[in-house]
């Protein structure tokens, strides 16, 4: 160990990686090189092969480094992409009626068309989410127990998955009983019920601008109206604009992002969170989280979600397993302090209660702790998709072309220069099957023509990368 | 074939069931006694054993013979119960609010305990339902398209299961198009769905008097108000009241069942189902039909549904498998010509989609044809249970008790003689550990305090039938 500095407070492992790090950092390991082979760098280093593979998964996690199979590690190559980030979103300040039903729906036509390359809609490939040990949980679970939970379940959903899911909520620090959860079919029921407890119709929404077109379909569908908040593509919605329309009893509730918003990617840092609770807890405003990007975080460290920052806030916290690990099986839930009475009969009165034999298998698969190695090789494929995406759009897109940097999901946000109509980019796309997300869906106010979300949930391939770069050459060909 | 009439229209197992019929009705073989077995029958009738067996189960689907185990078939020993049946409903005509929320949870809760008689929700038992079939239909299912399925579906569900669904529909008249079905998750996902295809907050429903909790339940949910339409107890619903609740525009949609209604059990005769549809149409109001229980009919055909009758009435057929076959998986669907876009908007801000796999493995199930095996089942054993629940009402509660005679379902409504409060014997029954389902739960007016609700989804044994004589005698000491 004579080469790296011996620090008493540092695991070695650590070490090492700091060692890697300042190689990279000082160029003499550049972006795209191989990196010494564990078996090299650990007779240099005087530790075993177990302690520089823990400092080359850090670095993988940071992502400094990248895997390629068969190969051993390099330098990531992306290297700062140069485009500009989106400017902060400007929406027009007041409540709109919401109507964007039809065009949803076509979306959803196309995500279900095999023909198209799927940069549409934000769906994670079965063959990332490689959930068969999954299926070999719900297969056992119907044989063993099939019999035994033939029968409705209470509107609050199984115990056994309850506890799963109090138990993991440590790991954020956050302290939930079981009784406080309320599993329901996905992530969309989630956030229907949760609004459906929190506002009569007619109510105004605050959301940020641009937004799932998922939120703003539920939106709808109760009778709500929305009023989108000016949003910074990183650091999320801006709380004086919030604060503005609280001041004139403009909003009756919130329904923000956790982290990693869709379609921006942006999350409000701790403090701000904090802030923000404050704020609606002067105004006795309740707030609605949607953790659903949560656990694919390319940080070290998983943002807190907002409920664990305050529990006596009036927060409904709701997000599901369909991003990282199942989304037919539709399993998602809430977490409320002070709305669980509301939640129960929200979730009688849509459908009852969830399927049970699901509820059961993600149960055992948590329990067996499958979900975490999972949740890693994930994250890892997202974030290099998103890098490797990035590379593209730096290369193929318009001068001018501003892009998100998420530090998390797997969605980017493409504002293209001048006045590039998305909506008209995308019939010509579809004419060479590609599909994307027009940037007009992502709000009520008629914004965004010149935006477009790009989804990163594919493993990557030579076919996907030409659609990127088509894309691209089709919106430098309106440009010119 | 000497003994019985030989007539060219008929089948031998017809001219045996009408030989063995006449036997009955004419007191030869009297209510309880043991018929001749099927080897005896055979040679004095000169037919074979099959043609015997044909005739017994056809007796016995109309309820004159019991099958017993290890025994033979018997005359059904129930006779004609001497109790008179409720008299046609009287509601207030004017909507109200709705407000039932916390007794029906409360209720919920009370189903959940294992230690209660389970004469409450109308939940059949797992034994009942003997779904060990679509179990391993499941499993399979997981095992092999896991992989392939683990995406979010389309919000109008599977294909293969809207494929089946369209061909049994076949059974009852009725041409649908796979196109316009969409798979919800269950029949409460279904009627969530349908009203808001259907309704602005505010709007009036007219609905059946009393009416299943979880209907007003879903209005409440939705803000809408109920009008509760005088409901007879065999012949549904009551069209003159509600034509002129049309006449002063006081409805904007109709939820009706399409037979079997719970909790009384009526069903609107076919030349009243097209006379109700003809005045809708008149008025352009639409109708939801709940086919629930339409499968669990005592009589030889099942009834036909409303939107069989007339193919261009604007019409949302909803039902589910969660009365015969799984409650457990949450499988409903919603058929519906004229408002399929709006039934489809829905879906999607209400869950988005349903889980896939538990739609594959019904689709397999019903594809299997072990679905209608199962079905004559099921029927037999409903019917023999909702026969012993009214022999034992009419032994063990007090005189003046009036009770319903369904034609299919499970339940039976029994309205009990002075003032006997139902909420109050409720309150009794329970320190006794038996559970039923009081009737103020079954409407928004007040009214039913004097009634309630017994259901008979469970295998009839001595302790349940020990519960149902508890319950009348505790009734029998109010009256006291």
Chains 1, 2 share one sequence.
């Not at 400017?87 to 300040?93: A, G, I, L, V």
């Not at 229907?192 to 799932?212: F, N, R």
Request: glycine content about 6%; proline content about 7%.
């Amino acid at each position: 160990m004579d080469k790296v500095k011996n620090d008493a407070t540092r695991h070695r492992y650590e070490e090492v990686a700091a060692f890697v790090m300042e190689l990279i950092e000082t160029g003499t390991l550049p972006p795209g090189t191989k990196v010494p082979s564990l078996r090299t760098l650990s007779r240099q280093l005087h530790v075993s092969l177990s302690t520089t593979m823990q400092a080359y998964r850090v670095l993988e996690d940071k992502g400094m480094l990248e895997a390629r199979p068969q190969s051993g590690f390099y330098v990531a190559s992306s290297g700062p992409v140069a485009l500009d980030l989106p400017e902060k979103s400007r929406p027009p300040m007041r409540p709109h009626r919401v109507s964007v039903a039809a065009p949803v729906l076509q979306m959803l036509e196309y995500a279900a068309d095999p023909t198209l390359q799927p940069l549409g809609c934000a769906i994670p490939s079965p063959e990332m989410l490689s959930a068969g040990k999954l299926d070999r949980f719900l297969a056992r679970a119907a044989r063993l127990k099939g019999a035994e939970f033939n029968t409705y379940g209470t509107p609050s959903g199984e115990p056994y998955l309850r506890r799963e899911l109090a138990r993991r909520a440590i790991r954020w620090g956050q302290t939930l009983s079981p009784d406080e959860i309320a599993v329901t079919c996905g992530c969309t029921e989630a956030l229907s019920i949760a609004l459906k407890a929190t506002t009569l119709p007619g109510d105004v929404v605050a959301i940020e601008s641009p937004t799932y077109f998922g939120v703003l379909q539920v939106i709808e569908s109760l009778n709500l109206h929305a009023l989108e908040l000016p949003t910074d593509a990183t650091s999320g919605v801006d709380i004086a604009s919030l604060e503005r329309a609280l001041a004139r009893n403009a909003v009756q509730v919130c329904l923000l992002s956790s982290c990693f918003s869709n379609p921006l990617g942006s999350t409000l840092p701790g403090a701000k969170k904090r802030q923000l609770l404050d704020l609606l807890k002067r105004h006795e405003i309740p707030l609605i989280e949607d953790d659903i990007y949560g656990d694919i975080h390319f940080t070290e460290e998983r943002p807190r979600p907002f409920m664990a920052l305050d529990p006596s806030a009036d927060v409904i916290y709701c997000s599901s397993f369909s991003k990282t690990l199942a989304p037919g099986y539709r399993v998602g839930w809430i977490a409320t302090k002070k709305r669980l009475r509301q939640v129960l009969e929200g979730k009688f009165s849509t459908s009852l209660c969830s399927p049970i034999l699901p509820q059961i298998a993600i149960a055992d698969f948590l329990s067996s702790g499958g979900y975490d190695a999972h949740l890693r090789r994930l994250r890892r494929a997202f974030r290099s998709n998103i890098e490797r995406m990035l590379r593209v759009i730096d290369e193929a897109f318009p001068r001018g072309t501003r892009v998100t940097r998420p530090a998390g999901g797997f969605v980017l946000w493409v504002k293209l220069p001048g006045a590039v109509p998305s909506d008209g980019l995308l019939q010509q796309a579809l004419s060479e099957n590609i599909c994307f997300a027009p940037g007009k869906l992502f709000s009520t106010t008629g914004q965004y023509d010149d935006c477009l979300r790009l989804s990163c949930g594919h493993a990557w391939s030579d076919t996907l990368e030409q659609a990127v770069r088509r894309i691209g050459a089709l919106a430098r060909e309106w440009r010119d």
